[in-house]
């Protein structure tokens, strides 16, 4: 098969869909990679990396969609790039459909295979391609939250850990999926008071487990969502709901009732926020505020820290790349049930139910 790897091209995305060495695994594998000119220069991967890996080497995007079977991105395909793809070709990457309608169109229109890293289910039930990801994006929010609530950023003036004698910040985690605790993590090394909220019991035992007791772990409800915000220097939403729209858990008049300079971390905005006043925001407009609070909000925060951020998603991806470039799209879904859940846009179909009801598709 011929797989093709563009540059990504969304604001400030450095990441890449094959690092080099997954270009020689499938090399080895007797495929075909075609990697676009500069593609890993943001992870430090220059061509010669790729040529030396087996890859060649194509001067534009549109040459590499025009030539390839299967495309391997990390962002959602850009309304230009969508127009460069063709019936029956595939495209494995992150979509968020949920929250980008003209795109899930755009995508029906190429009468492309769109398969989503974010709804492929693992046999554990976990989802393995998100997994990675999450983590990043869920370790980044706490240092993000730490040099925002400083004064020179707009902040209340709040050192995260404090020091003998002060408070430390209030951090409110809400979701403790892996995200979630990975944001708890690093919010709770900072020395900071840490709070998760989750709707699941057995979960909320098993991190206080993980934390030893020293992670505040409280059931999500209105009444303590609405105490918990009004007293927190810093919220941190990672709320998720595989495949559909993430939900407006904290409302206008919550965030209303935060003490100016207070943070608000959007990690769910990929799946259009969970947060009433979250708009997606980029890495180079990050923030903006509204009743006096910050709201960071960027859609592709792992794109900050590409290197380790394209490492660790190759990792994930590539058994899932080599056994559709291997089988072929329809003998790869027959042969697991998981990347058949990843399988959101066919032949001009939207094919996730969740995708589709969200959309109103």
Same mark, same amino acid.
């Given at each position: 098969?011929?797989?093709?790897?563009?540059?990504?091209?969304?604001?400030?995305?450095?990441?890449?869909?094959?690092?080099?060495?997954?270009?020689?695994?499938?090399?080895?594998?007797?495929?075909?990679?075609?990697?676009?000119?500069?593609?890993?220069?943001?992870?430090?991967?220059?061509?010669?990396?790729?040529?030396?890996?087996?890859?060649?080497?194509?001067?534009?995007?549109?040459?590499?969609?025009?030539?390839?079977?299967?495309?391997?991105?990390?962002?959602?395909?850009?309304?230009?790039?969508?127009?460069?793809?063709?019936?029956?070709?595939?495209?494995?990457?992150?979509?968020?459909?949920?929250?980008?309608?003209?795109?899930?169109?755009?995508?029906?229109?190429?009468?492309?295979?769109?398969?989503?890293?974010?709804?492929?289910?693992?046999?554990?039930?976990?989802?393995?391609?998100?997994?990675?990801?999450?983590?990043?994006?869920?370790?980044?929010?706490?240092?993000?939250?730490?040099?925002?609530?400083?004064?020179?950023?707009?902040?209340?003036?709040?050192?995260?850990?404090?020091?003998?004698?002060?408070?430390?910040?209030?951090?409110?985690?809400?979701?403790?999926?892996?995200?979630?605790?990975?944001?708890?993590?690093?919010?709770?090394?900072?020395?900071?008071?840490?709070?998760?909220?989750?709707?699941?019991?057995?979960?909320?035992?098993?991190?206080? &487990?993980?934390? =030893?007791? +020293?992670?505040?772990?409280? /059931?999500?409800?209105?009444? !303590?969502?609405?105490?918990? @915000?009004? %007293?927190?220097?810093?919220?941190?939403?990672?709320?998720?709901?595989?495949?559909?729209?993430?939900?407006?858990?904290?409302?206008?008049?919550?965030?209303?009732?935060?003490?100016?300079?207070?943070?608000?971390?959007?990690?769910?905005?990929?799946?259009?926020?969970?947060?009433?006043?979250?708009?997606?925001?980029?890495?180079?407009?990050?923030?903006?505020?509204?009743?006096?609070?910050?709201?960071?909000?960027?859609?592709?925060?792992?794109?900050?820290?590409?290197?380790?951020?394209?490492?660790?998603?190759?990792?994930?991806?590539?058994?899932?790349?080599?056994?559709? &470039?291997?089988? =072929?799209? +329809?003998?790869?879904?027959? /042969?697991?049930?998981?990347? !058949?859940?990843?399988?959101? @846009?066919? %032949?001009?179909?939207?094919?996730?139910?969740?995708?589709?009801?969200?959309?109103?598709?």
């Amino acid at each position: 098969m011929k797989i093709g790897v563009p540059k990504e091209i969304k604001v400030h995305e450095y990441r890449v869909g094959l690092v080099p060495g997954s270009v020689r695994e499938l090399v080895h594998s007797g495929h075909e990679v075609l990697v676009e000119t500069g593609a890993g220069l943001g992870i430090g991967c220059p061509d010669d990396e790729y040529r030396a890996a087996g890859a060649q080497i194509l001067p534009t995007a549109a040459a590499v969609f025009a030539a390839a079977d299967m495309i391997v991105k990390v962002k959602e395909p850009q309304l230009p790039e969508c127009a460069m793809l063709r019936p029956g070709q595939v495209l494995f990457t992150y979509l968020h459909l949920a929250a980008d309608k003209p795109q899930a169109e755009a995508l029906m229109k190429s009468g492309a295979h769109a398969v989503a890293y974010e709804t492929v289910v693992g046999r554990d039930g976990s989802l393995p391609l998100l997994t990675p990801m999450s983590e990043v994006a869920g370790r980044m929010s706490a240092q993000v939250a730490a040099s925002l609530l400083q004064k020179n950023a707009g902040g209340a003036g709040i050192l995260m850990g404090g020091v003998p004698g002060t408070p430390p910040a209030r951090v409110l985690v809400i979701g403790g999926g892996v995200s979630g605790a990975a944001a708890a993590e690093i919010a709770h090394g900072m020395r900071a008071a840490v709070t998760i909220l989750d709707k699941s019991l057995p979960r909320l035992r098993e991190l206080d &487990a993980r934390f =030893g007791g +020293q992670v505040r772990m409280i /059931a999500s409800s209105t009444d !303590a969502l609405e105490r918990e @915000v009004a %007293a927190a220097d810093v919220v941190i939403g990672a709320v998720l709901i595989p495949g559909a729209a993430a939900p407006k858990l904290v409302s206008d008049k919550m965030v209303a009732s935060m003490r100016p300079g207070s943070v608000l971390i959007d990690i769910a905005i990929d799946q259009g926020g969970c947060f009433a006043t979250s708009r997606p925001t980029t890495h180079s407009d990050p923030t903006y505020v509204v009743h006096g609070v910050t709201h960071y909000c960027v859609t592709n925060m792992p794109g900050a820290v590409p290197r380790t951020s394209a490492f660790a998603l190759n990792a994930a991806t590539l058994p899932y790349v080599k056994s559709l &470039a291997d089988r =072929g799209l +329809q003998a790869a879904l027959a /042969a697991d049930a998981g990347l !058949a859940e990843g399988l959101n @846009v066919s %032949a001009g179909k939207i094919t996730s139910k969740a995708v589709a009801e969200a959309l109103g598709l």
